[in-house]
C-alpha cells in the first residue's frame, strides 16, 4: 500500500458529508475541499545528505542542539567597552589591550577604562557588552577616543540570536528551500530524514492524438498535454512517470491504469472526462476502483475526475482532466499541484497567493462560476494593473503563454468594470 492509513470511509461518504456538495454543478472551493478531506500523504521516509534534501519536504523536526549563532559577537568593525565605562554625555578615552577577530577571540578580559579593538563577527571579549563602531572613533596609539551618545548593548549580535538551542524552527511538513538548507547547515547537520518523493503517473487519452516524431494525419493534434504536465510537475519535484498516449480503447485504457496504479501514489489523465466520452471511462472506473465524475462550475475546465482506484499491488489517486490544454494547465493549478504537495507530505501553506490588482479593461463574466482568464500584470506609473492576454479559448495554449498570472474572477461575480480590482495569481508563484 503506497499511502499511509486506508480510510476506513469511501470517497463518496467523505464527500456526501461536505455542506453544499452538488457533483453536477461544484463550486471550485467544495471541490478542493473534497479532493483534500480524501488525501492520505505518503508516509515512507528516506535520509539523505543535505544537499539532496532541497525542495523535498522534511519528516523530522529540526530541533538545534548548539546556539546560533554560538557567542555574543560584535555586529560592526570598532572597539568592545563594557557600558559601565562609557559615558553617555561626554567623550571618553579607553586603552586598547588587544584585538579580536572572527575566528580569532581575545581571551583576556577588559577590566575599568579598556577595550579591545575587534572586527565584525569576532567573539565579544569576557567584561565588554558594546561595541563602538571604528569610524566614531579617534585613535592615537593605543588610546582610543570614544564620543558621547553610546547605547549600552548597541553592536552586539546576541549568542542564540538566529537559532536557540532547543527551540525547535523546522518542522516535519515544510519544504526545504535554499534558505532552509543553509539553517540545517548552520546547526552543523549533515543528514536529514525527508518524505519519499511522489511518484506522479500521467498519460494523455484520445484517438486524434499523434506523439511527437510521427507524421500528423487528417484530423490529428500532437499531444501537447504531456509536455506541459512534465513541466508543471518538474517544478513540484515529484518523481514523473510518463506513461505516453492511450487510445480510447477500454482495454487498452485498462492496463494503462492498472500499470498507473501499481507504479504511482498520484496519476493524471487528460481528455475522456467530457460528456461524450465519461460513459465508458465511468464503467472502467467503476471496476478499477471509486471515482467520483464533475461538473465543476468553472472555466475553462468543467468535467473532470477524481478518486482512488488500485489493482493488486497498489493503489492511487487519480485526476482525471479534461483534454483541452488550458484547461489541463487551469485545473492542474487548482486543484492537483496543492493535492500533489499535500500528498508528497507537506504541512504548511500550499495554497497559491492570491494578490490584488485593477483591471485595465472591462471582463465578461456571469455569476455563477469561477474563471480563471490569463493575464498580463504590468505597472502603470505607481499600481499594478492587470489585463487579459487576447482570446481566451480553452484550447488556445498561447493564451498561457502569454501570460504571467491568472485573473481569478470569483464565482458570484458579475461583468467587471476597468478600474475594479481583481484577484491575480503569478504564474511564477506557481511552482
Ligand atoms: P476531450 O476532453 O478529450 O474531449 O478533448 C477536448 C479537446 O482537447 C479536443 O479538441 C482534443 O483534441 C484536445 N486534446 C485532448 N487531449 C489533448 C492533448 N493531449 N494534447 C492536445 N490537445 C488535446
Ligand atoms: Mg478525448
Not at 569610524?135 to 537559532?163: F, H, T, Y
Not at 488500485?310 to 493549478?333: D, E, K, R, W
Request: a neutral charge.
Amino acid at each position: 500500500m503506497s499511502v499511509e492509513r486506508e480510510s476506513s470511509r469511501t470517497i463518496a461518504q467523505v464527500v456526501s458529508c461536505l455542506d453544499g456538495y452538488d457533483p453536477d454543478a461544484l463550486p471550485v472551493d467544495k471541490a478542493r475541499a473534497a479532493i483534500r478531506a480524501c488525501l492520505m500523504p505518503v508516509a515512507d521516509v528516506e535520509s539523505v545528505l543535505i544537499r539532496q534534501s532541497l525542495g523535498r519536504v522534511l519528516a523530522q523536526d529540526i530541533v538545534p542542539a548548539i546556539n546560533v549563532p554560538g557567542h555574543d559577537n560584535s555586529a560592526m568593525d570598532g572597539w568592545a567597552v563594557s557600558s559601565k565605562d562609557v559615558s553617555f554625555d561626554r567623550e571618553i578615552q579607553l586603552l586598547e589591550i588587544g584585538k579580536a577577530l572572527a575566528g580569532k577571540p581575545f581571551h583576556g578580559t577588559i577590566g575599568a577604562g579598556e577595550c579591545v579593538r575587534v572586527m565584525t563577527g569576532a567573539v565579544m571579549p569576557q567584561g565588554a557588552d558594546t561595541v563602538v563602531v571604528q569610524e566614531l572613533c579617534r585613535v592615537d596609539a593605543d588610546r582610543i577616543s570614544i564620543p558621547p551618545g553610546q547605547k549600552a548593548g548597541q553592536n552586539v549580535r546576541a549568542a542564540g540570536e538566529d537559532l536557540k538551542a532547543g527551540v525547535p524552527v523546522l518542522r516535519a511538513g515544510q519544504a526545504v528551500r535554499a534558505a532552509e538548507l543553509g539553517l540545517i547547515a548552520s546547526l552543523g547537520i549533515a543528514e536529514v530524514s525527508v518524505k519519499r518523493r511522489l511518484r506522479v503517473a500521467f498519460f494523455s487519452t484520445g484517438d486524434e492524438l499523434a506523439s511527437i516524431g510521427t507524421p500528423l494525419q487528417e484530423g490529428q493534434v500532437y499531444d501537447s498535454n504531456r509536455y506541459t504536465l512534465h513541466g508543471m510537475l518538474q517544478g513540484l519535484g515529484v518523481e514523473i512517470i510518463d506513461m505516453g498516449v492511450v487510445r480510447d480503447d477500454p482495454a487498452k485504457l485498462e492496463a494503462a491504469f492498472r500499470e498507473a496504479a501499481a507504479r504511482a501514489d498520484a496519476i493524471i489523465t487528460t481528455g475522456g472526462v467530457s460528456v461524450g466520452e465519461a460513459d465508458f471511462v465511468k464503467q472502467l472506473m467503476a471496476k478499477l476502483g471509486e471515482v467520483l465524475f464533475w461538473k465543476i462550475a468553472m472555466r475553462p475546465g468543467r468535467p473532470m475526475a477524481f478518486g482512488k482506484i488500485g489493482s493488486g499491488s497498489g493503489s492511487a489517486f487519480l485526476f482525471g482532466l479534461p483534454g483541452n490544454p488550458v484547461a489541463v494547465m487551469v485545473t492542474f493549478h487548482q486543484f492537483v499541484r496543492d493535492a500533489l504537495l499535500v500528498l508528497g507530505g507537506r504541512t504548511d501553506a500550499v495554497e497559491i497567493p492570491l494578490l490584488q490588482a485593477i483591471s485595465a479593461s472591462p471582463m465578461r463574466k456571469v455569476p455563477g462560476r469561477t474563471e480563471y482568464q490569463r493575464g498580463i500584470l504590468f505597472r502603470d506609473g505607481a499600481e499594478w494593473k492587470v489585463r487579459a492576454t487576447g482570446q481566451q479559448g480553452s484550447g488556445v495554449l498561447r493564451s498561457m503563454s502569454e501570460a504571467n498570472c491568472f485573473i481569478v474572477l470569483e464565482h458570484e461575480r458579475g461583468r467587471v468594470e476597468a478600474g475594479e480590482l481583481v484577484g491575480v495569481q503569478l504564474m511564477d508563484a506557481l511552482a
